[in-house]
């Protein structure tokens, strides 16, 4: 069993560990490739980023979801990224901090779903953008 006190180590060791899986993933990994060069650069944002958020440090100090509005995300990329944090959570960190962490990541992906996907397309899915007038 993992040890139950949440450390900037487990916080290491889930970002290290999520990135792992995302970069071998079929769907997230080209994405990543094309838009990261300095990878421990990278490490150290998205460190910072959780320790903020699940440690309650100053070290994050940007805003996440500007980034991400450059990318080519389609919905489908959400499912699978939480899957990989999940399960990279329940394998790395405390037992009692996994499901926040987890809740965290699920609250991002609604955000950046809802500020990436504004619109409807003809079927009522969610789109990236404004339908044409009929
Ligand atoms: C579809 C799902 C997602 C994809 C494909 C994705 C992909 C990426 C990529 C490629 C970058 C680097 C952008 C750049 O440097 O130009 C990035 C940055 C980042 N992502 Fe995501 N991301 C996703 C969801 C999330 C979620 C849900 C979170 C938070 C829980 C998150 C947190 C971050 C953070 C903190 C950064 C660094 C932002 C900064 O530079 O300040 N991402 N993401």
Same mark, same amino acid.
């Given at each position: 069993?993992?040890?139950?006190?949440?450390?900037?180590?487990?916080?290491?060791?889930?970002?290290?560990?999520?990135?792992?899986?995302?970069?071998?993933?079929?769907?997230?990994?080209?994405?990543?490739?094309?838009?990261?060069?300095?990878?421990?650069?990278?490490?150290?944002?998205?460190?910072?980023?959780?320790?903020? +958020?699940? /440690?309650?440090? !100053?070290?994050? &100090?940007?805003?996440?979801?500007?980034?991400?509005?450059? @990318?080519?995300?389609?919905?489908?990329?959400?499912?699978?990224?939480?899957?990989?944090?999940?399960?990279?959570?329940?394998?790395?960190?405390?037992?009692?901090? +996994?499901? /926040?962490?987890? !809740?965290?990541? &699920?609250?991002?992906?609604?955000?950046?779903?809802?500020? @990436?996907?504004?619109?409807?397309?003809?079927?009522?899915?969610?789109?990236?953008?404004?339908?044409?007038?009929?």
């Amino acid at each position: 069993m993992s040890d139950p006190i949440l450390t900037e180590q487990h916080i290491s060791d889930l970002v290290r560990g999520f990135y792992a899986r995302a970069r071998a993933d079929d769907l997230l990994g080209p994405m990543f490739a094309a838009a990261i060069d300095d990878w421990e650069g990278h490490f150290k944002i998205v460190e910072d980023f959780w320790s903020h +958020a699940l /440690l309650g440090t !100053a070290r994050y &100090r940007g805003t996440p979801f500007g980034p991400h509005m450059r @990318l080519p995300i389609e919905l489908e990329h959400f499912g699978r990224w939480l899957a990989l944090f999940t399960m990279t959570a329940e394998e790395v960190l405390p037992q009692q901090a +996994a499901p /926040l962490a987890i !809740a965290k990541a &699920r609250h991002m992906t609604e955000s950046f779903k809802a500020g @990436l996907f504004p619109w409807k397309d003809a079927d009522g899915n969610p789109s990236r953008h404004m339908p044409k007038r009929p």
